[in-house]
């Protein structure tokens, strides 16, 4: 059984920023992608940001982000502790969503999987 559990949102005024953080836990054995979602009222769910795997170092990771957060955002995995962070400077009232956190590991008999957390509320004020 596998957990992710998203910490960090919250609400914070125009300009300011927000770090969220996604812990992964259970049978997992190698996380290969590990990702950041958002999905504004009335909006479809968007690809905010992406980290593949650069091994045990975190050397070599290589990210992706959507146009709009591009240098606002950074997205980084500590692999040890199997989380993803999301640091989101110079937030906008459009960046008001609810934030999820998503990975695609292998299990130890190498099934891949997705997994989806619940998401975290991030409400940014005019």
């Known amino acids: 059984q596998v957990q992710l559990v998203e910490s960090g949102g919250g609400l914070v005024q125009a300009g300011g920023s927000l770090r969220l953080s996604c812990a992964a836990s259970g049978s997992i054995f190698s996380i290969r992608v590990m990702y950041w979602y958002r999905q504004a009222p009335g909006k479809q769910r968007e690809l905010v940001a992406s980290v593949g795997s650069g091994g045990s170092t975190n050397s070599g990771d290589s990210t992706n982000y959507a146009d709009s957060v591009t240098g606002r955002f950074t997205i980084s995995r500590d692999n040890a502790k199997k989380t993803v962070y999301l640091q989101m400077n110079s937030l906008k009232p459009e960046d008001t969503a609810i934030y999820f956190c998503?990975?695609?590991?292998?299990?130890?008999?190498?099934?891949?999987?997705?997994?989806w957390g619940q998401g975290t509320q991030v409400t940014v004020s005019s």
């Open positions: 998503a990975i695609n590991y292998t299990d130890y008999l190498w099934n891949e999987y997705d997994y």
